[in-house]
């Protein structure tokens, strides 16, 4: 049955295409559901952008919650001819953007959504249209909300394709489905000649990936070697797997342990004083930072070319690898091929210098769940640790094919019991004579506030594993998840003085027997912070061009406001074993806006009302320039005229800042950055206000950095 499915998946996903050349360098972002990622055109991740690593970030309306260092794939044969007719013994490709044009040769990178992303407006301002290069193509027909095609040619004559998946349903919104298909193609360049024509040999594939386990760990963890994943443990499930292949899984019994599973979670680190199991940032009452669970689950192996039935002996590894720790494969010459000897051995399942391990490494090094062993300390390797996967050995005719797929996913605590649990556990941290006692997630107690708070954590791997257990019941349907309805069309937010209306066109969805209506989420100061439910209303019409609408009257002067609007269903569509049944709701982040909205006063009578506030501005200091609740690099222009152009001058008269206020309110509000997106530095400012008439009005602003 299993067969059936994957061959239908493939035939449906995969339409004849002539592809072109394009740059190692283009990427495109997924950004609609608690898992954002960006993916790269040279067949694999670095995530680093310069400043931080960039990638996997959930959940991803917080920031800072970046997960992705490092993947290190590779692909090697034996008994290899290139087209020059020189032998190799073992040959290696290294999915690396520096061999770009050498052995990769990147031919595809698109995106495909399900339908078209709404627009988004605040005062209108486009909030959308910055991301309107992550979308290529609308295909209606699609089951997934995006679809990712990324094609690559190697000097192997092996083709990589990886076609990757993401869903909006909020059940499945935080992992990715990742189908790879190694296609012997013969074509080691960028050109449509076929330079080889043989069988490809003893074929294998694998990878290497480094996890931070939260951006902002780094800085809870105080060292900040975590930014690269230093101090990450990799456990590992389902060693018996080939006893359940054909299991069902139910929402009766949705966590199973079998699936071939590998992940990261943040262990110890030498260098921190308390317990630092879950990074309890102690500035920030002891939220724990670090609830990620973070990883990769095996959803199937083709067992040869021709035989698309799952192979349960495979992958050949799934473990831990120290994280800097590889073999190079050198320029693919005759004096390389004992580098690449060893990328075939490593990707046989024999570590390389024997950095790494196929058992629970946490479980075979850690005493208890108190132990303060830094992982690090178990191989030295500064890079920190790997999950790694490999698999063959595949002959591969010209012409023919194998499948891999996984799912790439991250789950842990909510954010909520991420801030209940740190704060309980830094009030007895600070307090050496509090006991507890502390409610243990079994329903027992504890008093031991470390062992509370990392019992809790520990919780995450029966999550990751529930989320791999969604991402394999979905594979086996077929991808015939229950779907929610279609976000609105399109929603608008305008700031007014003494209101803020909010306005969305009609979902698409509106017609459907199931739709249920409309729920309204609001934010206060900032768009990164919880959202409560405002507003909730049924269906208009059938008509798909009707405007709902909703006026906020409980905003206070002074404050910013962050909304977003998702669709609802009744539920009666989502009774399967897919995932829990009732109510499904359209994707957050299609509507979620960015850019605050606020109460506006009444245009300015004269020039002389002008005001600036804070001014001064003093980023470190509190009072007045804390005034717009945490926004910081904000300040306002008040009682300014309905219709003016505000400059904004150095102390030696350059002009580094012009906006256009045209809304016919009284306030205006200013970032602090310059026309070319840098932040002021300390100095006066020299700000001047124009009216269209010619009037003119100067005010000093000093800022303080």
Same mark, same amino acid.
């Given at each position: 049955?299993?067969?059936?499915?994957?061959?239908?998946?493939?035939s449906?996903?995969?339409?004849?295409?002539?592809?072109?050349?394009?740059?190692?360098?283009?990427? +495109?972002?997924?950004?609609?559901? =608690?898992?954002?990622s960006?993916f790269?055109?040279y067949?694999?991740?670095?995530?680093?952008?310069?400043?931080?690593?960039?990638?996997?970030?959930?959940?991803a309306?917080?920031?800072y919650?970046? /997960?992705?260092?490092?993947?290190?794939?590779w692909?090697?044969?034996?008994d290899?001819?290139?087209?020059?007719?020189?032998?190799?013994?073992?040959?290696?490709?290294?999915?690396?953007?520096g061999?770009?044009?050498?052995?990769l040769f990147p031919?595809?990178?698109e995106?495909?959504?399900?339908?078209?992303?709404?627009?988004?407006?605040?005062?209108?301002?486009?909030?959308?249209?910055?991301?309107?290069a992550?979308?290529?193509?609308?295909? #209606?027909?699609?089951?997934?909300?995006?679809i990712?095609?990324?094609?690559?040619?190697?000097?192997?004559?092996?083709? &990589?394709?990886?076609?990757?998946?993401a869903?909006?349903?909020?059940?499945?919104d935080?992992?990715f489905i990742?189908?790879?298909?190694?296609?012997?193609?013969?074509?080691?360049?960028?050109?449509?000649?076929?330079?080889l024509?043989?069988t490809?040999?003893a074929?294998r594939?694998?990878?290497?990936?480094?996890?931070?386990?939260?951006?902002?760990?780094?800085?809870?963890? #105080?060292?900040?070697?975590?930014?690269?994943?230093?101090? =990450?443990?990799?456990?590992?499930?389902?060693?018996?797997?080939?006893?359940?292949?054909?299991?069902?899984?139910t929402?009766?019994?949705?966590?199973? &342990?079998?699936i071939r599973?590998?992940?990261?979670?943040l262990?110890?680190?030498?260098d921190?004083?308390?317990?630092?199991?879950?990074?309890?940032d102690?500035?920030?009452?002891?939220?724990?930072?670090?609830p990620?669970?973070?990883?990769?689950?095996?959803?199937h192996?083709d067992k040869?070319?021709?035989?698309?039935?799952? !192979?349960? !002996?495979?992958?050949?590894?799934?473990?831990?690898h120290?994280?800097d720790?590889?073999p190079?494969?050198g320029?693919?010459?005759?004096e390389?091929?004992?580098?690449?000897t060893?990328?075939?051995?490593?990707l046989?399942?024999?570590?390389?210098?024997?950095?790494?391990? /196929?058992?629970r490494?946490?479980?075979?090094?850690l005493q208890?769940?108190?132990?303060?062993?830094d992982?690090?300390?178990?191989h030295?390797?500064?890079g920190?640790?790997?999950?790694?996967?490999?698999?063959?050995p595949?002959?591969?005719?010209?012409g023919?094919s194998?499948?891999?797929?996984?799912?790439?996913?991250?789950?842990?605590?909510s954010?909520?019991?991420?801030?209940?649990?740190?704060?309980r556990?830094?009030?007895?941290y600070?307090?050496t004579?509090?006991?507890?006692?502390?409610?243990?997630?079994?329903?027992? &107690?504890?008093g031991?506030?470390?062992?509370?708070?990392?019992?809790?954590?520990?919780?995450?791997?029966?999550?990751i594993?529930l989320?791999?257990?969604?991402a394999?019941?979905?594979?086996?349907?077929?991808? *015939?998840?229950?779907?929610?309805?279609?976000?609105?069309e399109?929603f608008?937010?305008?700031?007014?003085?003494?209101?803020?209306?909010?306005s969305?066109?009609?979902?698409?969805?509106e017609?459907d027997?199931?739709?249920?209506?409309?729920?309204?989420?609001?934010?206060?100061?900032?768009?990164?912070t919880?959202?409560?439910e405002i507003f909730?209303?049924?269906?208009?019409t059938s008509?798909?061009?009707?405007?709902?609408?909703?006026?906020?009257?409980?905003?206070v002067?002074g404050?910013?406001?962050?909304?977003?609007?998702?669709?609802? *269903?009744?539920?009666? /569509? /989502?009774?399967?074993?897919? !995932?829990?049944?009732g109510?499904?709701?359209?994707?957050?982040?299609y509507t979620?806006t960015? &850019?605050?909205?606020?109460?506006r006063?009444?245009?300015?009578?004269?020039?002389?009302?002008?005001?600036?506030?804070?001014n001064?501005?003093?980023?470190?200091a509190?009072g007045?320039?804390m005034?717009?609740?945490?926004?910081?690099?904000k300040i306002m222009?008040?009682?300014?005229?309905?219709?003016?152009?505000?400059?904004?001058?150095?102390?030696?008269?350059?002009?580094?800042?012009t906006?256009?206020?045209?809304?016919?309110?009284?306030?205006?509000?200013?970032?602090?950055?310059?026309?070319? +997106?840098q932040?002021?530095?300390?100095?006066v400012?020299?700000?001047?206000?124009?009216?269209?008439?010619?009037?003119?009005?100067?005010?000093?602003?000093?800022?303080? +950095?």
């Amino acid at each position: 049955m299993k067969k059936l499915i994957i061959l239908t998946i493939l035939s449906s996903l995969f339409t004849a295409t002539a592809f072109a050349q394009v740059s190692a360098a283009e990427k +495109r972002y997924i950004r609609i559901g =608690s898992l954002q990622s960006h993916f790269s055109a040279y067949g694999s991740e670095r995530a680093w952008t310069g400043t931080y690593y960039e990638g996997l970030r959930w959940p991803a309306q917080y920031p800072y919650q970046d /997960n992705s260092v490092i993947k290190r794939a590779w692909v090697a044969a034996k008994d290899f001819q290139d087209d020059e007719g020189t032998d190799f013994s073992y040959y290696a490709v290294y999915f690396y953007q520096g061999d770009e044009g050498i052995s990769l040769f990147p031919m595809e990178m698109e995106q495909s959504a399900k339908f078209a992303p709404p627009s988004i407006y605040v005062d209108g301002d486009d909030l959308s249209s910055i991301f309107a290069a992550d979308i290529d193509t609308v295909d #209606v027909n699609q089951v997934p909300d995006r679809i990712v095609n990324n094609v690559v040619n190697t000097s192997m004559g092996l083709t &990589q394709t990886r076609t990757i998946l993401a869903f909006s349903q909020q059940y499945h919104d935080n992992y990715f489905i990742k189908i790879y298909t190694f296609t012997n193609t013969g074509n080691t360049d960028y050109d449509a000649e076929i330079e080889l024509n043989d069988t490809l040999r003893a074929v294998r594939m694998g990878w290497g990936t480094r996890y931070s386990m939260g951006r902002e760990a780094a800085w809870a963890m #105080v060292d900040g070697s975590q930014g690269y994943g230093k101090h =990450s443990w990799v456990t590992k499930r389902g060693e018996d797997y080939a006893a359940h292949q054909n299991d069902v899984i139910t929402t009766a019994d949705p966590i199973q &342990q079998w699936i071939r599973a590998g992940w990261s979670y943040l262990g110890q680190s030498k260098d921190v004083t308390w317990d630092n199991i879950g990074a309890p940032d102690l500035d920030q009452r002891g939220r724990l930072t670090s609830p990620h669970h973070t990883g990769s689950a095996v959803l199937h192996v083709d067992k040869s070319w021709n035989d698309s039935t799952d !192979n349960a !002996n495979q992958p050949t590894f799934l473990g831990w690898h120290a994280g800097d720790t590889y073999p190079s494969v050198g320029y693919q010459r005759v004096e390389d091929i004992p580098g690449m000897t060893a990328v075939y051995n490593m990707l046989s399942g024999i570590p390389y210098n024997g950095k790494g391990g /196929n058992e629970r490494m946490d479980e075979e090094y850690l005493q208890s769940i108190t132990h303060r062993l830094d992982p690090f300390t178990v191989h030295g390797d500064g890079g920190g640790t790997n999950v790694m996967i490999t698999y063959g050995p595949f002959d591969i005719p010209p012409g023919e094919s194998v499948v891999i797929i996984e799912a790439e996913g991250i789950n842990g605590l909510s954010r909520q019991m991420c801030e209940d649990i740190g704060a309980r556990w830094l009030q007895a941290y600070e307090n050496t004579a509090d006991a507890g006692p502390f409610d243990l997630p079994d329903g027992s &107690q504890t008093g031991d506030e470390d062992v509370y708070k990392n019992t809790w954590v520990a919780t995450g791997k029966d999550s990751i594993m529930l989320t791999f257990s969604r991402a394999l019941r979905n594979l086996d349907s077929g991808f *015939n998840i229950p779907q929610p309805p279609l976000p609105p069309e399109n929603f608008t937010v305008q700031s007014g003085g003494d209101r803020i209306i909010l306005s969305w066109l009609a979902s698409p969805s509106e017609s459907d027997a199931d739709f249920g209506g409309y729920r309204l989420f609001r934010a206060i100061g900032k768009s990164d912070t919880v959202h409560t439910e405002i507003f909730a209303c049924g269906k208009g019409t059938s008509n798909p061009t009707i405007v709902h609408e909703f006026e906020d009257t409980t905003p206070v002067r002074g404050q910013s406001y962050f909304y977003y609007v998702v669709a609802f *269903n009744d539920g009666s /569509n /989502n009774q399967t074993e897919m !995932n829990p049944k009732g109510e499904l709701h359209s994707g957050r982040f299609y509507t979620q806006t960015t &850019q605050g909205a606020y109460l506006r006063r009444q245009a300015g009578a004269t020039l002389e009302d002008i005001r600036i506030v804070p001014n001064p501005f003093n980023v470190k200091a509190s009072g007045t320039a804390m005034a717009y609740f945490e926004q910081f690099d904000k300040i306002m222009f008040l009682d300014v005229p309905g219709q003016c152009t505000i400059r904004i001058f150095t102390e030696r008269g350059d002009l580094i800042k012009t906006m256009e206020h045209t809304d016919g309110s009284g306030d205006h509000e200013w970032r602090l950055n310059t026309d070319y +997106r840098q932040t002021l530095v300390s100095g006066v400012y020299l700000v001047h206000f124009e009216t269209p008439e010619g009037l003119s009005a100067y005010r000093k602003l000093l800022v303080i +950095r």
